[in-house]
């Protein structure tokens, strides 16, 4: 008699032929709900990195109409047309001054600094809510103004720059310039940290991150996000403007989601591991996975 006439191999073929397909259905169902979660968490951060990167873009936007609403400012004529010897110039600059000290504590507080720049007299004059680099600021400032403010600067545009002070730490922020008339510019910068904080409140796991990027990788706010450190890490995000999905490294799967902003030139990201994302799968069908 051959073996597969047996009563022993019907046994255990009626057995796996019973048995297989649910094995199989089980592992289907255990993948399948791992996507959906995957898929449901990466939707829900998506919207909300949406919303607070709106949210940004509205407050950057309200400060180029701040800055567009100084040229009814009655100060200003006399910083255009006054010598800066004249006793009248100096009062208008403490005006101003007194004035960016009130606006940036109230609606504008993420200000971090209003200035102004008059370029005949080689005059600039700021407020700032962040004295620890009082001098480097109003050093990085000056020349940025002096490179980058004149005749033969660049037609003004809604867009946000980056500058980086220098000093003990590095520190960047997000500028916007405008120009008053008659060689006079009002301007504000933003640190970039301060555009973090909410997302820096979001969920991400031990070893997830949020982190902001310029259009080359650079990283433009400080991040103990280990894998920051890695320049090739940092130009796949920045590449990735846009979208969201999974990203492989280092032998790890991470969700990687990415907003530009609509003012600057920079990405707002978050990358969270998969297996943290997981975690809440129940505990029989990671093994049974496995």
């Known amino acids: 008699m051959h073996f597969w006439q047996s009563v022993r191999f019907k046994i255990v073929f009626g057995f796996c032929a019973i048995i297989a397909p649910l094995v199989l259905f089980l592992i289907y169902n ?8 995957t ?7 998506n919207k909300l990195l949406d919303m607070n990167v709106r949210e ?7 400060y180029i109409y701040y800055l567009t ?13 006054l010598s ?16 960016f000290a009130l606006d940036s504590s109230g609606i504008y507080y993420n200000m ?24 480097e600021k109003q050093d990085a400032l000056v020349k940025w103004s002096r490179e980058n403010l004149g005749d033969m600067a660049a037609p003004e545009t809604n867009r946000w720059r980056t500058i980086a002070v220098e000093g003990e730490t590095r520190a960047n922020y997000l500028l916007h310039t405008h120009e008053l008339g008659l060689d006079v510019y009002s301007g504000v910068i933003v640190q970039t940290g301060n555009l973090l904080r909410v997302l820096e409140g979001f969920d991400v796991g031990p070893e997830g991150g949020a982190f902001l990027l310029d259009g080359e ?14 320049a090739e890490f940092r130009k796949e995000m920045a590449s990735r403007s846009g979208t969201y999905g999974n990203v492989e490294y280092g032998g790890e799967s991470y969700l990687a989601l990415s907003k530009p902003s609509a003012f600057a030139d920079v990405n707002y990201v978050i990358v969270m591991k998969e297996s943290y994302i997981l975690q809440n799968l129940p505990f029989f069908q990671k093994m049974l996975y496995y």
């Open 84 to 99: 800066i010897l004249d006793s009248d110039y100096t009062m208008a600059k403490i005006r101003l001054m007194n004035q």
């Open 112 to 135: 971090d600094t209003i200035f102004l720049y008059i370029k005949n007299n080689e005059d600039l004059f700021f407020v700032t809510s962040d004295n620890t680099n009082y001098r």
């Open 217 to 230: 990788g650079r990283l433009l706010a400080e991040n103990a996000f280990p894998l920051l450190a890695d």
């Open 39 to 45: 898929n449901q968490l990466s939707s829900h951060y």
């Open 56 to 62: 940004n873009d509205r407050i950057l936007q309200e």
């Open 30 to 37: 255990n993948v399948y709900a791992m996507r959906l979660v």
């Open 69 to 81: 609403r100084l040229d009814r400012h009655s100060d200003i004529p006399l910083l255009q047309t």
